[in-house]
């Protein structure tokens, strides 16, 4: 089945620095690659999402971007900010609607 | 509309007893999940219904947890008889088949001593 990796597991940036999460997957036949961000005692919430015929898309202050041949994405997010801090899940999926693989997250803190 | 529904959302019980989290999928939603998260293990998916169907339940850690959808607007995950090791947050999600977003529900926090 498939495998997502996610790096680093912690991260600290100070306030308007850009922080980047990288991930790697398993399975060539994913094609659909959400973010979700988790803050403390919440559900994962989604923030943005990349199918596989794209190389990269924008939402304001973050970013997501995806290279099919080396099975990796990674989200950008520029000028952070203090409720930036949560933790920020990638998952990877055959197709959209279908089941996800969660990456192990990574915990932003975003000082002021 | 509400969003996805559990209840309970804490539930603290003892070693050996039976426990029943319930979800409430979004209205016209036609996929329903069932997520554990730990610090240890993270996200994991336990199993997934399609149109009340099970799909997969390779991720059901073993035969004291099972799940059932008996229509569109109810599951139930249980877990019988309960350890320490099942304390977690357990999550439902929904979705619409050929839409993206996973919409998640507040979890059901179970804590078993």
């Known amino acids: 089945g498939e495998n997502v990796e996610q790096h680093p597991s912690t991260l600290s940036v100070q306030e308007g620095d850009s922080a980047v999460i990288k991930c790697t997957y398993s399975d060539s036949a994913s094609n659909y690659f959400p973010w979700y961000k988790q803050e403390l005692g919440k559900r994962p919430q989604l923030i943005i999402d990349i199918r596989s015929n794209v190389g990269e898309k924008k939402d304001q202050r973050i970013a997501v971007t995806l290279n099919k041949t080396a099975k990796h994405f990674s989200l950008h997010i520029t000028e952070t900010q203090p409720e930036d801090s949560a933790v920020y899940f990638c998952?990877?999926?055959?197709?959209?609607?279908?089941?996800?693989?969660f990456g192990g997250g990574t915990r932003l803190m975003v000082k002021p | 509309d509400a969003g996805v529904i559990q209840s309970p959302r804490h539930e603290v019980t003892e070693m050996g007893q039976e426990v029943t989290l319930r979800c409430k999928p979004i209205s016209g939603h036609d996929y329903l999940f069932w997520y554990r998260q730990t610090m240890m293990r993270g996200l994991e998916l336990l199993i997934y219904?399609?149109?009340?169907?099970?799909?997969?339940d390779s991720g059901m850690p073993e035969d004291r947890f099972s799940a059932k959808m008996p229509n569109a607007s109810f599951s139930t995950l249980k877990i019988q008889p309960s350890e320490p090791r099942d304390s977690a947050v357990y999550f439902c999600a929904s979705n619409l088949g050929q839409h993206n977003e996973q919409f998640f529900g507040p979890g059901t926090r179970l804590t078993v001593l």
């Open positions: 219904f399609n149109n009340n169907v099970p799909i997969d």
């Open positions: 998952a990877a999926s055959i197709r959209a609607g279908n089941m996800l693989t």
